[in-house]
C-alpha cells in the first residue's frame, strides 16, 4: 500500500476547474516529484492534499485512511507537513517563534529539542538568526525557516512547494542537497517544482502535469531522457 | 498628458500637505497659548485640582485601555470593527450588577449591624464573584456573537461584516433594554467601596482624594493588561494568534484550528470588555442598556488612535484619552460637559491626517 494515494481528484476555485482528475501515488521513503509549468495545478494539488481546498471528486487516502473529511490542522496531526509556494513564514514573528509554530501540534518536548538540534544542524544559519524577526530574513534564509518549520512537526510525508524558487543557484543546489539528506534520514517527499532538472536528479520518479491533467509519469531517469519533458521543462530542442 | 496629471498630483500632495502643517501649527500655537494662560498668566487651578484631573484620567484610561484591546484583537485578526463590542461591555456591567443585587439580598446580621448583607460583609468574595460573572457573561456574548453574526461572513468582502457588526450593536443594545428595562440604575457596592470614599492626601493647598473604586479599577486593569500581554507574547495560544493573524493558511498548516483561535480572541476580548464593564458600573455608579456606546467609542478611537491592530498601541491610546478627557477641557478651554466631543474630534483628526494611528498600523500580508 503506498503511503500516499491520490486518485482521480477535480478541484475547482469558483468555476475554474484547476485540478481534471489528478492521480498519482508516494511509496515510503521515496522522493517523489511533480513537474510542470505556471498554472498546472501543482500548488492546487498540494492544497488538495494537505486539506486548504476541498477537492470536489476523487479520493485522498493516506496509509489507506481517506483525508477528504479532515481539516489542514487535523491533516497536520497525521504527519503530513507542507512549506507552501513563496515560504509563509510569520514575518512578524522570531525565527524561533516560526521553529515553535512548526511543533505547535507536538506535546513531546524531548523530542522537539531533539528535532530543533537537528534543525539547527541542517540550517546553522538558523541558530545564528534565532531571536531576529522572520521578515528580516535573506530569501535562502526564509526558505530553510519554512522547511526547518516544517520539520519541527516530524512529518513523515513532507509536500514541498517550490523550495527553489526566487533562489540564487548555488543556494538552489544546497536546498536540493538538504532535501535529499532530509529523506535520507526517513522522511518521505513529495516535490513540487518548475525547476525540472534539479527535481528529476534528486527524485526517484515523477509527475508532469499539465493544465490541472497528469499527462506522464515515470522514473526520474526515464523522465530526464523524454522527449517531450526535454522540450517544454527541461529547455532542450 | 501623463506630465501633466503627474504635475497636478505632486501639487495637491503639497497643498494637502501645507494645510496639514498650517492646522497642526494652529492647533499647536492654540494649545501653548492656552497652557500658558491658564498655568502661568490667570491659573485657576491649583496643583491639588490638576492632580484630580490626572487621577481621573488615568482611572478612565484604565478601563479604555482594557476595551480598546478588544478592538484591536479583532481587527488584528479579521481586519473588522467589532462595532457590538461596547455592547458586551455592556453585558458585563449587567452580570456585575446582579452579583451585587443577589449578594445584598441575603442578609448575615451581626450584634452590631443587623441590617448587614453578605455584599457588605464579604466585599473581596463579592467583587471577586462580581468580576468573575460580568467577565464570563461577557467572553460567552462575545464567543456567541462571532459565531452567529460574523463566522459566516468570513469570505464576505469586508464591508459586510462591518454591517453586521452594527447590526449586532444595535440588536444588543434593544435586547438589553427588553430585559433590563430603559431606566438606569445605580451600582450598589460593598460598603467599603462606596463611591467617593478614599484615601485623601495633601496636595499643594488642597487635599486630593484618591477613591478606593479607581484604585481598585485603575490596579485590576493593570493587572489585567500585563496578564493579556504576557499571554499573547509567551504562550502557544498567543503564538497562535500572532501566527493567525498574519497568515490563515499557513497557521492551519502548522496544525493551529483557526476557527478555535478566532473563537478564543473574542472570548478574552469578551472577557476584558466584561470586567471593565463591572469597573466602570462600581465607579461611575451607573448601568442600563446604552451604557456601553459612549466608551466603546471612546475606546475605539484609542484603539485606532494607538494603531489599530497594535496591543500596546491600543493600551497607551487608552491611557492618552482618558488624560486628554480629563485635563483636556480646562486647557482647550472648553466646557467639561464637552469633553465627549473632544474624544470624537479626536477620532476624526487621526482618521483624516493619521488613518494608521500615531503609532503605526502593523503591517500584514493577508490584507483582504
Ligand atoms: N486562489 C485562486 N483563485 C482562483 N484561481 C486560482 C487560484 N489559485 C490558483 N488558481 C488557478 O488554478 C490553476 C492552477 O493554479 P496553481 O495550482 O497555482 O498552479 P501552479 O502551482 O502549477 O503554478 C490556474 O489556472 C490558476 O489560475
Ligand atoms: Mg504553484
Redesign the interface.
Known amino acids: 500500500m503506498p503511503m500516499l494515494e491520490v486518485h482521480n481528484i477535480h478541484t475547482y476555485y469558483d468555476n475554474i476547474h484547476a485540478l481534471k482528475g489528478v492521480s498519482l501515488s508516494v511509496e515510503q521513503g521515496e522522493i517523489v516529484t511533480l513537474i510542470g509549468g505556471n498554472g498546472a495545478g501543482k500548488t492546487t494539488t498540494l492544497r488538495s492534499i494537505?486539506?486548504?481546498r476541498k477537492t470536489s471528486r476523487g479520493s485522498i487516502r493516506l496509509n489507506g485512511e481517506e483525508l477528504g473529511a479532515y481539516?489542514?490542522?487535523e491533516i497536520?496531526?497525521k504527519s503530513v507537513?507542507?512549506v507552501?509556494e513563496g515560504r509563509?513564514v510569520?514575518?512578524?514573528?522570531s525565527v524561533a517563534?516560526n521553529l515553535?509554530?512548526?511543533a505547535?501540534?507536538r506535546r513531546d518536548r524531548k523530542g522537539v529539542e531533539a528535532d530543533l538540534e537537528r534543525v539547527f544542524e541542517i540550517f546553522p544559519r538558523l541558530k545564528e538568526r534565532r531571536k531576529q524577526v522572520a521578515g528580516t530574513l535573506s530569501g535562502g534564509e526564509q526558505q530553510m525557516l519554512a522547511i526547518g518549520?516544517a520539520l519541527m512537526?516530524h512529518p513523515t510525508l513532507l509536500l514541498l512547494d517550490e523550495p527553489s524558487m526566487g533562489l540564487a543557484p548555488i543556494l538552489v543546489e544546497s536546498i536540493f542537497e538538504t532535501i535529499q539528506q532530509i529523506n535520507q534520514e526517513g522522511t518521505t517527499i513529495l516535490l513540487v517544482e518548475q525547476n525540472a532538472l534539479m527535481a528529476l536528479s534528486v527524485a526517484n520518479r515523477g509527475y508532469v502535469l499539465q493544465t490541472g491533467e497528469i499527462v506522464l509519469s515515470d522514473t526520474a531517469a526515464n523522465l530526464k531522457q523524454n522527449e517531450m519533458v526535454q522540450k517544454a521543462y527541461l529547455g532542450m530542442e | 498628458m501623463g506630465i501633466h496629471n503627474a504635475v497636478k498630483n505632486i501639487k495637491s500632495i503639497s497643498a494637502y500637505q501645507v494645510i496639514q502643517f498650517v492646522i497642526g501649527a494652529l492647533f499647536i500655537g492654540y494649545i501653548l497659548w492656552r497652557l500658558n494662560e491658564i498655568l502661568r498668566v490667570n491659573p485657576i487651578y491649583g496643583p491639588d485640582t490638576w492632580m484630580r484631573f490626572a487621577i481621573a484620567g488615568l482611572i478612565l484610561g484604565s478601563v479604555y485601555a482594557l476595551i480598546a484591546i478588544g478592538y484591536t484583537l479583532v481587527y488584528g485578526i479579521l481586519f473588522m470593527i467589532n462595532f457590538a463590542h461596547g455592547e458586551i461591555m455592556m453585558i458585563g456591567a449587567f452580570g456585575g450588577y446582579f452579583v451585587f443585587e443577589a449578594l445584598n439580598a441575603i442578609p448575615t446580621p451581626t450584634a452590631a449591624d443587623p441590617e448587614l448583607t453578605f455584599l457588605s460583609a464579604q466585599p473581596v468574595i463579592s467583587v471577586l464573584l462580581a468580576f468573575i460573572v460580568g467577565m464570563s457573561v461577557s467572553a460567552l456574548s462575545g464567543y456567541f456573537l462571532e459565531k452567529i453574526a460574523y463566522r459566516p461572513l468570513r469570505s464576505a468582502p469586508r464591508l459586510v461584516p462591518l454591517i453586521s457588526a452594527i447590526g449586532a450593536s444595535i440588536f444588543l443594545q434593544n435586547a438589553g433594554q427588553l430585559l433590563f428595562g430603559a431606566q438606569r440604575r445605580d451600582y450598589l457596592n460593598p460598603e467599603v467601596l462606596t463611591r467617593g470614599n478614599g484615601w485623601e492626601f495633601p496636595v499643594g493647598e488642597g487635599t486630593v482624594i484618591l477613591p478606593y473604586t479607581g484604585a481598585l479599577t485603575f490596579v485590576l486593569s493593570f493587572l489585567i493588561l500585563i496578564g493579556l500581554f504576557t499571554l499573547v507574547q509567551r504562550t502557544r495560544l498567543g503564538r497562535a494568534m500572532r501566527a493567525v493573524a498574519e497568515n490563515k493558511p499557513v497557521a492551519a498548516l502548522m496544525g493551529v484550528d483557526v476557527d478555535g483561535v478566532i473563537s478564543r480572541t473574542f472570548i478574552i476580548s469578551g472577557a476584558m470588555a466584561g470586567a471593565a464593564g463591572v469597573m466602570w458600573g462600581i465607579h461611575l455608579g451607573l448601568v442600563y442598556y446604552f451604557v456601553g456606546f459612549i466608551p466603546g467609542i471612546k475606546a475605539f478611537t484609542a484603539a485606532v488612535l494607538g494603531g489599530i491592530g497594535n496591543i500596546p498601541g491600543a493600551m497607551l491610546g487608552g491611557f492618552f484619552l482618558g488624560i486628554v478627557e480629563a485635563i483636556g477641557p480646562p486647557i482647550l478651554g472648553l466646557s467639561f460637559q464637552l469633553k465627549d466631543v473632544i474624544a470624537f474630534g479626536i477620532l476624526v483628526l487621526v482618521l483624516i491626517f493619521r488613518p494608521t494611528g500615531i503609532m503605526g498600523e502593523v503591517l500584514t500580508e493577508e490584507k483582504v
Open positions: 494537505s486539506g486548504l481539516k489542514p490542522h497536520v496531526s507537513s507542507m507552501p509563509g510569520f514575518a512578524r514573528l517563534e515553535d509554530m512548526g505547535y501540534i518549520r512537526a
